[in-house]
């Protein structure tokens, strides 16, 4: 037995994947105390989509360590944090046109959504909050309720109350008129459905098995918000930051979300950080009443401005729309005739390779299991595990992504000719 079977909790998770003890890690590999190398497609769940250190976010970071900069600082003003603010604002928010507030939240993605939904019900002053099926947003037990996957919410051992859910019409449910059937929800005074303060959405649900809301809907979404008083919240935790090729999820569609969540890639280095952005006539906060211990990570701050200096300076984002070609092509060409219920759904850098219509439990598993083996870490996604989630770091080099997707080809030839 390990000393991690030992000790470590059954909650673990994700050394249960991928068995290894793992040593190093640079770009978009990972390298095991045996010196074997795994490709990454996991991308620290959308936290690296800058790689594993990157030489400028390290070099800051290392710089800012050796002067004796401040670690933590609460919310302390500190240069670290200016200087952020000013990167994000004038490199990231203006050339977009955007107004948004900052607001530093607790270190992890569900914080930020648990302010979101706080300021929202606050401004509003309503309860409910509509969230889609197959909807991710955090542990914590205000996003858990937004959470749809029937095990997590198992596990928070109490009700959880406050969300509407909708059908999320892309990947697993196709062909719905949510938006219709929410404005009627909206007008009809039987619906049973409280009035909502907010609606919260992912633009692409990584999660729920990389279903990818197109643009027309998006727009539609934020047209009804618009017209039924209702605040749109956009979660970009895990496919913000470039992930589809822009740097907010939603600019594809043009539409400007009330508040937006990012964590995950928002430090750039894999440290903890996340953030709300809101309309600055939302900013009702009164001083501290959303607080925190490791609000405005120093680190994170510094990290989180070399990585927008990244994606300013570099042509990171036009890379991304490169590449996504390159997998579009890649897995059109040598997936989908491997079996015609084999299907494919991705923008950008995410995108998922549905099992499900086999209807065998454990196939995206057992295909997942076999990529590890040949030296690929990859996760699963959606409905009962049966999407094979691709989601390597923005960085990696043309050569290491289609070294990955032979390794998924080859897996998956492996074990649909074993069924
Ligand atoms: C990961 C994730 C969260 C939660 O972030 P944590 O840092 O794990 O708390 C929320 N929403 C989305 C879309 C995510 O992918």
Same mark, same amino acid.
Request: aromatic fraction near 10%; charged fraction near 35%.
């Given at each position: 037995m390990t000393i991690i079977e030992q000790y470590e909790s059954e909650v673990r998770s994700y050394c249960r994947r991928f068995p290894a003890v793992f040593t190093k890690a640079k770009g978009a590999v990972m390298t095991d105390e045996n010196g074997n190398r795994y490709i990454d497609f996991f991308d620290g769940a959308g936290a690296l989509n800058y790689g594993h250190n990157h030489p400028k976010i390290n070099n800051a970071l290392i710089e800012y360590i050796q002067s004796d900069g401040i670690i933590h600082a609460l919310d302390l003003t500190t240069h670290a $944090?200016?200087?952020f603010i000013e990167a994000f604002e004038n490199k990231i928010l203006k050339p977009r046109g955007l107004d948004y507030k900052l607001m530093f939240c607790g270190a992890t993605g569900t914080n930020s959504v648990e302010a979101a939904l706080k300021l929202a019900r606050k401004v509003k002053k309503r309860n409910n909050i +509509? #969230?889609?099926?197959?909807? /991710? @947003?955090g542990m914590s037990l205000g996003s858990l309720a937004a959470t749809t996957e029937a095990k997590a919410r198992k596990g928070a051992g109490v009700p959880l109350g406050n969300v509407s859910f909708m059908p999320f019409p892309f990947g697993f449910n196709k062909s719905f008129d949510t938006i #219709?059937?929410? &404005?009627?929800? +909206? $007008? =009809?005074d039987h619906s049973g459905v409280d009035y909502p303060a907010a609606i919260i959405v992912e633009t692409v649900q990584a999660e729920g098995g990389i279903c990818v809301a197109d643009i027309e809907w998006l727009q539609r979404l934020r047209d009804l918000c618009d017209r039924f008083d209702i605040l749109l919240i956009c979660d970009d935790i895990q496919v913000g930051c470039g992930r589809t090729g822009n740097f907010f999820s939603f600019e594809r569609a043009g539409i400007v979300p009330d508040m937006v969540t990012l964590s995950k890639s928002i430090s750039g280095s894999g440290l903890p950080m996340a953030m709300l952005l809101l309309k600055p006539e939302l900013d009702?906060? +009164?001083? #501290?009443? @959303?607080?925190?211990? /490791?609000?405005?990570n120093q680190l994170g701050f510094i990290g989180a401005k070399a990585a927008v200096e990244i994606v300013d300076e570099t042509n990171l984002l036009e890379d991304v729309k490169r590449k996504e070609a390159l997998v579009n092509d890649y897995i059109e060409q040598n997936i989908l005739p491997l079996d015609k219920r084999i299907s494919h759904r991705g923008i950008g850098l995410i995108h998922g390779i549905d099992m499900s219509e086999f209807n065998i439990d454990g196939l995206a598993d057992r295909i997942a299991k076999r990529c590890f083996d040949f030296g690929l870490i990859i996760?699963? #996604?959606?409905? $009962? =595990?049966?999407v094979i989630k691709l989601l390597p770091p923005l960085v990696i080099p =043309? =050569? &290491? +992504?289609?070294k990955g997707l032979d390794i998924i080809a080859a897996s998956m030839r492996e074990k649909l000719a074993e069924l």
């Open positions: $944090k200016e200087d +509509l #969230a889609f099926s197959g909807a /991710f @947003h #219709a059937y929410i &404005e009627n929800v +909206l $007008k =009809d009702i906060w +009164l001083p #501290a009443e @959303h607080n925190g211990t /490791f609000r405005g996760e699963l #996604a959606g409905r $009962k =595990d049966s =043309d =050569d &290491e +992504l289609m």
